[in-house]
């Protein structure tokens, strides 16, 4: 049942407090103002949209369900981003390999010049190397460079230890400079 009450003056905090009481329209309210942003950063990592929204249901859900143990020391955005992340994982995960649709959209528009050069990285030979990737080394991959998070920051947000985080990135750039036939190339020749 709406209470008919105007949420859109709250702050993000205030809101995951309210969800933590149990506020469906604090819970509408978040969700209105992220799923935009994290539709399109989800998107960006898949382009399979079933899984997308499936990833999607399932943050909201536990945000739903967690609301009451978000310490209220960061930014909501993030804590929202790093469960969205993580349900994407997961989503990948189950649906295997094979779950991943060709890395070329049958239209491109790109608006600005960063569209155009993340669509080289997204669309060219680094990125048909990177969706070879197994989804354990791809999320770290995506979470260091992409995301510009230390190896720590990674573990934390991807729910593995820091060593493993480290490990996999050596992985990934092992596998990076196969595919790529290099001896050269650094992840952060992404950035």
């Known amino acids: 049942m709406r209470s008919g009450r105007d949420l859109s003056t709250f702050d993000d905090a205030a809101l995951v407090r309210a969800v933590a009481g149990e506020d469906v329209d604090a819970l509408r309210c978040l969700y ?4 935009p942003w994290l539709v399109a950063r989800l998107r960006s990592r898949c382009f399979d949209d079933a899984l ?14 967690g609301a009451h143990r978000w310490r209220g020391d960061g930014d909501v955005g993030a804590w929202i981003w790093g469960i969205g992340v993580r349900q994407l ?19 491109w528009t790109a608006a600005s ?43 934390r947000m991807l729910g593995v230890p820091e060593g493993t985080v480290k490990g996999r990135i050596r992985k990934a750039k092992a596998e ?16």
């Open 176 to 191: 990076l400079r196969d595919a790529l036939g290099t001896t050269t190339f650094e992840l952060g020749d992404l950035r």
């Open 52 to 65: 997308v929204a499936d990833a999607v249901e399932d943050t909201f859900l536990a945000v739903w369900n």
């Open 32 to 35: 209105d103002r992220h799923v």
């Open 89 to 107: 994982v997961t989503h990948l995960r189950r649906a295997g390999r094979h779950a991943r649709p060709s890395p070329l959209p049958e239209v």
């Open 113 to 155: 010049a960063e569209e155009r050069v993340l669509d080289q990285v997204a669309f060219g030979d680094v990125g048909r190397a990177l969706l070879r990737l197994s989804p354990e080394l791809l999320e770290v991959v995506q979470a260091m460079v992409f995301d510009g998070l230390t190896a720590r920051e990674a573990g």
